[in-house]
């Protein structure tokens, strides 16, 4: 067995059960984040992908955990309406763009041949 397997993820071909099981025993913020980042990914398909956490106070969105992205994207700060994040931020909505360029402020041009997905994930609380 791999670290992610469990005797109910081999009995279980459910790739949605076997995402919950595989993040469900991490402890720690950022490689939690990662997994789940990752398994959303696997999920629906996507090539790449970005998690990142509201910080209210400054009115800004941090990137805290990639998938098939560079690394120099962890710690990077977004206000509302800048990038992907910051449209999501802004309209507390999911987003859907056909391309970055349509992104207010694209954070990677790179990516402009590629159609990007951004969803809010709330809280309980809000």
């Given amino acids: 067995m791999t670290g992610e397997e469990t005797p109910l993820s081999k009995s279980n071909p459910d790739?949605?059960?076997q995402a919950i099981e595989a993040i469900s025993g991490e402890l720690e913020l950022r490689p939690l984040l990662e997994r789940i980042v990752r398994h959303a990914c696997e999920l629906i398909g996507a090539d790449k992908g970005v998690m990142g956490l509201v910080d209210e106070p400054r009115q800004l969105i941090r990137?805290?955990?990639v998938y098939q992205m560079p690394a120099a994207e962890i710690g990077v700060e977004?206000?509302?309406g800048v990038g992907l994040?910051?449209?999501?931020l802004l309209t507390r909505q999911p987003v859907l763009l056909h391309s970055?360029?349509?992104a207010g402020q694209p954070v990677w041009p790179e990516l402009s041949e590629h159609a990007l997905i951004g969803l809010p994930i709330f809280g309980r609380s809000g």
């Fill in 85 to 88: 994040a910051g449209q999501v």
């Fill in 78 to 80: 977004m206000p509302p």
């Fill in 100 to 102: 970055s360029d349509e």
């Fill in 63 to 65: 990137t805290e955990a």
């Fill in 15 to 17: 790739p949605l059960l």
